[in-house]
């Protein structure tokens, strides 16, 4: 049976020759092998109790236009999806780095469902490395997260956390307070609308210049968790408005030590989930890149985190992620794609960096049995945004990767260097 593509998911049908719309995620457990991988994927995510929620893994693509549809693939096999890694050598953190950022600058095939799983065993210490590559029609972060944690042992598909940039009405907010909320959208709209328009691009090194379509990606080690809670509680923030500060004090001291001068402010593209309260998660696009100012320069801390936490309170408290999540359907299902797409791009090339961060379950974690010692992903970028920054947390430890196109940033360890110097200041707080 065919299903109609979505326009909130066609949207992502538009990968370019410098920036594909792919997410890509590492998972490092204690040694498996490809046949316990392929058994576990086809037991709890094809034939478990939810596998109508990734129903997408087993479709392809078809048609053209605003004529797309899902379709199931009459030749899907498992083994096409999952497979090993042989013949390289990926033994080391700088290899499967190299990997990483090379393997990012690839397509998919379309001719079949757009992920894959690659097996790269044995990597470092008696481990295994699983890259997975999934494109972003398939599921925003929140869904394809969600998949993750799915194939996990337990039920942390139910239970994981989402993303602290979430903005959903309340179930306890009173009647007609989520009436006014929703009443307020299409009266806000145009004025949203010209604002962004309005917004001068950002220029710096990390943006403007030609991209090249060659990715680079590199990760920060396991970080305490704990730390950014207590600068939370310090500060009367939350852990979210702690990260994005962190994020742009990096970027002030990466651009100021490479001899440019830190500007005024930084935009960012953030995902923002709009699902209602209670809504289930499955395979599906629900979410508004909402264009956001962060405070760059020489701030304090303390200084610095308050100024996002009012940028954020303000967010959270406005119509903006479903203005713009419903702007964009409407852009893509009544213009046509060239027009569509470029006014869908002339607001994205304002931003710097596509910034996202997702949480995950409290607790450690296994696969089969085995410890999954780390998961990392990257966000694509569309556009002329060449940076992505992706941060996710679990069991009291958080992760920031970094992709970048090599034309704006040859060096991402360096953004990720900046970032654990902001981390550690965190601890005079």
């Keep these: 049976m065919r ?34 991988i392929r058994t576990a994927f086809q037991r709890r995510i094809f034939e478990g109790p939810d596998a109508g929620r990734f129903e997408r893994l087993r479709c392809r693509i078809r048609g053209k236009g605003l004529r797309r549809y899902w379709e199931p693939d009459p030749d899907f096999d498992i083994a096409r999806h999952i ?15 190299t990997y990483v950022g090379r393997e990012a600058s690839q397509k998919l095939d379309w001719d079949r469902p757009q992920w894959e799983i690659q097996v790269i065993e044995p990597f470092e210490e008696d481990t295994t490395a699983l890259l997975i590559r999934i494109h972003h029609s398939i599921g925003d972060g929140e869904a394809l997260v969600c998949l993750l944690f799915t ?43 010209l604002r962004r328009l309005s917004w001068f691009p950002d220029r710096n090194h990390m943006h403007g210049p030609a991209l090249s379509g060659n990715k680079q990606v590199s990760w920060t080690t396991p970080l305490d968790l704990e730390v950014l809670k207590k600068a939370k509680h310090s500060i009367g923030a939350t852990v979210n408005d702690v990260l994005m500060a962190s994020v742009s004090g990096a970027f002030s001291n990466y651009l100021t ?14 995902p923002v989930n709009v699902r209602h309260p209670g809504e289930p998660l499955r395979c599906e696009n629900h979410f508004a890149p909402v264009p956001l100012e962060l405070p760059a320069g020489s701030y304090a801390n303390s200084h610095r985190i308050l100024a996002v936490k009012t940028k954020m309170d303000q967010m959270k408290r406005s119509a903006v992620p479903v203005v713009i999540y419903e702007l964009q359907r409407a852009l893509l299902g009544f213009l046509p794609k060239a027009v569509s797409r470029g006014l869908i791009d002339f607001l994205a090339n304002k931003c710097t960096a ?12 296994a696969l089969e049995g085995r410890r999954v010692r780390s998961i990392l992903f990257w966000v694509p ?19 920031l990767g970094v992709i970048t196109d090599d034309a704006l940033v040859p060096n991402p360890a360096a953004l990720i ?7 550690e200041a965190l601890k005079s707080l």
């Design 3 to 36: 299903e109609q593509l979505a326009s909130n998911d066609a949207i992502w049908l538009q990968d370019s020759t410098t920036n594909l719309m792919v997410i890509n995620a590492i998972i490092i457990t204690d040694r498996l092998d490809l046949d316990t």
């Design 83 to 97: 497979f090993a890694t042989r013949g390289k050598d990926l033994h080391s953190l700088e290899a499967i780095q």
């Design 151 to 193: 194939l996990m042992d337990g039920s942390w598909g139910h239970e994981y956390g989402t993303s602290h940039a979430t903005v959903r009405s309340s179930k306890n907010e009173p009647w007609l307070g989520r009436f006014l909320r929703a009443a307020a959208i299409p009266l806000s709209a145009p004025g949203i609308l």
């Design 257 to 270: 030590t490479r001899g440019g001068t830190s500007p005024s402010r930084f935009l960012i593209s953030m």
């Design 354 to 365: 596509v910034v996202t961060n997702i949480v995950g379950p409290c607790q450690d974690i």
């Design 381 to 399: 970028q569309r556009a002329r945004i060449g940076v992505g920054i992706s941060i996710l947390s679990f069991a009291g430890k958080v992760q």
């Design 417 to 423: 260097q900046a970032f654990e110097e902001e981390f």
